[in-house]
């Protein structure tokens, strides 16, 4: 049985609790609490996941709707990791936009997407215009 349940309400979330999680866990790139809230609420798709009041995961999806979606920050607490949560978040999402083409760029968790049947992409191009959360 699983410990854990999957929802899509942002309106639950207590955002500097969940910038303190993501901070104590290690990860953390610098949003602050209303920006991690602004960052999730402009998101098409949001999932969280939950252990009785606890939040143990979330992940947010980008969509046009049409053919192209973007995951981002899929987190699992690292107390709640290996118990399917992410994979249950991520499928939430995806399942929001069948036959779109869903990009994500990973450091080093190659393992779980490709678990999830993600496949490698030509190489992945970035920048940021002007300062990294300062615009
Ligand atoms: C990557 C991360 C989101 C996975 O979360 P999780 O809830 O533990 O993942 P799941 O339990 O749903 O894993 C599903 C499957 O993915 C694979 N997988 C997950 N973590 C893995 C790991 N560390 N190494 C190898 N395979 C892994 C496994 O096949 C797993 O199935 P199994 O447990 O039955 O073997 C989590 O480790 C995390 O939050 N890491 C830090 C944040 C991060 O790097 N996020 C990704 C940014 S792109």
Not at 48 to 61: C, I, K, P, Q, S
Not at 78 to 94: E, F, P, Q
Not at 111 to 117: E, G, I, N, Q, S
Request: charged share 20%; with cysteine; glycine share 6%.
């Amino acid at each position: 049985v699983a410990d854990f349940r999957v929802a899509a309400a942002a309106s639950d979330v207590n955002w500097s609790e969940a910038k303190a999680a993501l901070r104590d866990d290690a990860f953390d790139n610098g949003r602050s609490s209303e920006q991690l809230r602004q960052s999730f609420e402009a998101s098409q798709h949001v999932a969280f996941a939950w252990d009785g009041e606890l939040l143990v995961g979330m992940a947010r999806l980008l969509s046009d709707g049409v053919c192209n979606a973007y995951l981002l920050d899929v987190w699992t607490h690292s107390s709640h990791r290996r118990r399917g949560v992410a994979r249950a978040m991520v499928d939430a999402l995806t399942a929001r936009v069948p036959g779109q083409h869903i990009g994500l760029q990973t450091d080093d968790t190659q393992p779980f997407y490709a678990a999830l049947v993600f496949e490698q992409q030509p190489e992945f191009m970035a920048k940021v215009e002007g300062t990294w959360l300062q615009g």
